[in-house]
């Protein structure tokens, strides 16, 4: 059972896309550079700068970026156990989660918006972690409303302090903890995957629409449990808000209660 926090604050949190750019302090946003319709391999002397710049592959038949995320070991020299990590793939099929229905802010009649209730975070704190989608749209706009979609929610983390948590066996103490008073919300699509920084506090996947989201998981692990994960759990206050029925916001940002 993960530890669970003494105090938390109250937010309302209104998710925003998912950029590259304000992804930025959390890890690496992945999505293509090309435009989605173009359906031959043009010169790289034609596509605008980026980093890293392509190269073309496979009989000139398609364009290698690389690298585009890191992959990062940092159990060598830092886990205390010193048992040595191992490259790991796994699949995650995540299914939609459950969203309750509460007041919308600042509404002066009975309207009612849905939200997802952020309970526990995560870090993997000698690894990074990318999460592809599998067999899900790459549309990054709203498109087919039936579509799932990912939420990516995250916290920065407070270095070098420490949050007093309680197990069934007591009190205990978490370092690093989460600073849960700047959670932030992004909205990915099938067209994006995400790498969490080493050490970046996030929520587990949380998938909503019709139907579940299959995920390939990359990272390093050791098979030392609270050196492969490290968890914090919270009581309620903090929320994700997704508009009526579960629509999704485009706005960014978060507000006290």
Not at 31 to 52: K, M
Not at 192 to 213: D, E, F, K, N
Request: net charge neutral; with cysteine.
């Amino acid at each position: 059972m993960a530890p669970t926090l003494t105090s938390h604050p109250t937010l309302r949190i209104i998710p925003e896309p998912l950029t590259p750019e304000a992804f930025a302090p959390f890890g690496t946003a992945i999505r293509c550079p090309l435009p989605r319709d173009l359906a031959s391999a043009p010169s790289i002397a034609s596509l605008p700068p980026h980093d890293p710049t392509p190269v073309v592959a496979n009989q000139s038949s398609a364009l290698k970026y690389s690298p585009i995320s890191p992959l990062l070991d940092r159990y060598p020299g830092q886990c205390p156990s010193g048992r040595p990590s191992a490259a790991r793939m796994s699949m995650f099929s995540c299914f939609p989660r459950k969203l309750r229905s509460a007041p919308s802010p600042g509404s002066k009649d009975s309207e009612t918006s849905s939200v997802f209730d952020v309970r526990i975070l995560e870090r993997h704190p000698f690894t990074t972690q990318t999460f592809t989608p599998l067999d899900l749209s790459s549309q990054t706009r709203v498109a087919d409303a039936d579509e799932p979609y990912y939420l990516v929610v995250v916290a920065p983390t407070l270095k070098g302090q420490t949050a007093t948590a309680e197990t069934p066996a007591g009190t205990v103490t978490i370092r690093d903890p989460p600073d849960l008073e700047n959670v932030k919300a992004f909205v990915a699509r099938g067209g994006q995957a995400v790498t969490y920084g080493v050490g970046t506090w996030h929520a587990p996947m949380v998938v909503l629409g019709s139907r579940r989201v299959d995920f390939v998981v990359v990272q390093f692990a050791n098979g030392v449990d609270d050196e492969d994960v490290q968890e914090a759990a919270f009581g309620e206050g903090i929320v994700v808000e997704l508009g009526k029925g579960g629509a999704q916001r485009r706005a960014g940002g978060g507000s006290k209660l």
